[in-house]
């Protein structure tokens, strides 16, 4: 995710959410059904916290399949900006404001999946810090 | 995608505006052509817009917008002007200069590029609102 450099910090952050919620689920897919992994632990720690009552899913249909295809998103939209900057750079792009509008789409995209992400981080870690 | 429809009905009216400017270039560019009276002078160039119909924004539909429909063609008829010192003045001492208003011209200039800058506006006002909802709950 080389496009994302901008966000500075950010991007290496959400590189290893990334990393980690695809080993999530290739340890749920080698598991089968039960898994102890921290993506599950983050559904249901979401569900819990918004009150509902549907059991914890794993895999693809859970937080950490929501989060894998918005990245998936990002990384397109990033990658078109990518491209229209290597336009502007060979004098390929026709319309400036092509690229401009490009970038800010790819960066507005990308701060809503880190928000989403550091919300759902922040209901995990507010449940952790619970008193048993 | 119906999240950035803003941007792209924007980004489509600035570059109707862009197109719109090339053209106004182009016209004001050749305005001084003199050509013979046995031949077609300049023909005046405008550009054709039209509304690409918004039709949900949701699905992969279009997001609204302008479109450039095609490019138009003023008269090749031209003005006669007397000009009998001219190497290209017929045997009566005229030439042919292209019709074309220099007033009209610059008129439409500061129209195109006040629209390119409405729609840059629009881009960054939409920006700062989803920016805002970002924001929202952050500490």
């Given at each position: 995710?080389?496009?994302i450099l901008p966000?500075?910090?950010g991007s290496s952050a959400l590189e290893q959410y990334a990393a980690l919620l695809q080993s999530n689920r290739a340890a749920a897919g080698s598991d089968g059904a039960e898994s102890a992994g921290g993506a599950d632990a983050l559904?249901?720690?979401?569900?819990?916290?918004?009150?509902?009552?549907?059991?914890?899913?794993?895999?693809?249909?859970?937080?950490?399949?929501?989060?894998a295809t918005s990245l998936e998103n990002v990384q397109a939209l990033q990658s078109r900006s990518a491209d229209l900057a290597i336009q502007a750079a060979t004098g390929d792009l026709d319309d400036i404001h092509d690229y401009t509008i490009a970038?800010?789409?790819?960066?507005?995209?990308?701060?809503?999946?880190?928000?989403?992400?550091?919300?759902?981080?922040?209901?995990?870690?507010?449940?952790?810090?619970?008193?048993? | 995608m119906a999240l950035f429809d803003a941007f792209r009905a924007s980004g489509s009216g600035m570059t109707?505006?862009?197109?719109?400017?090339?053209?106004?270039?182009?016209?004001?560019?050749?305005?001084?052509?003199?050509?013979?009276?046995?031949?077609?002078?300049?023909?005046?160039?405008?550009?054709?817009?039209q509304a690409d119909d918004y039709d949900g924004g949701h699905t992969a539909g279009s997001a609204g917008g302008v479109k450039v429909a095609g490019v138009a063609f003023g008269s090749g008829?031209?003005?006669?002007?007397?000009?009998?010192?001219?190497?290209?003045?017929?045997?009566?001492?005229?030439v042919k200069l292209p019709d074309i208003d220099m007033n009209s011209q610059?008129?439409?200039?500061?129209?195109?590029?006040?629209?390119?800058?409405a729609n840059a506006a629009v881009v960054e006002r939409a920006r700062a609102s989803y920016e805002a909802a970002i924001n929202i709950g952050a500490k």
């Open positions: 995710m080389a496009g966000l500075g910090g559904t249901a720690a979401l569900a819990a916290a918004t009150g509902a009552s549907r059991p914890t899913s794993t895999g693809p249909t859970g937080f950490a399949g929501t989060l970038a800010a789409e790819a960066r507005s995209v990308t701060e809503v999946t880190v928000a989403l992400r550091n919300k759902a981080l922040e209901a995990f870690s507010e449940i952790m810090r619970m008193q048993f | 109707l505006a862009r197109k719109w400017m090339d053209a106004v270039g182009d016209n004001i560019a050749n305005i001084n052509n003199v050509s013979r009276t046995d031949e077609d002078a300049f023909r005046q160039r405008f550009i054709v817009a008829e031209g003005r006669l002007v007397y000009d009998p010192t001219n190497v290209l003045a017929d045997d009566k001492g005229y610059m008129g439409q200039l500061i129209v195109s590029q006040r629209a390119y800058q």
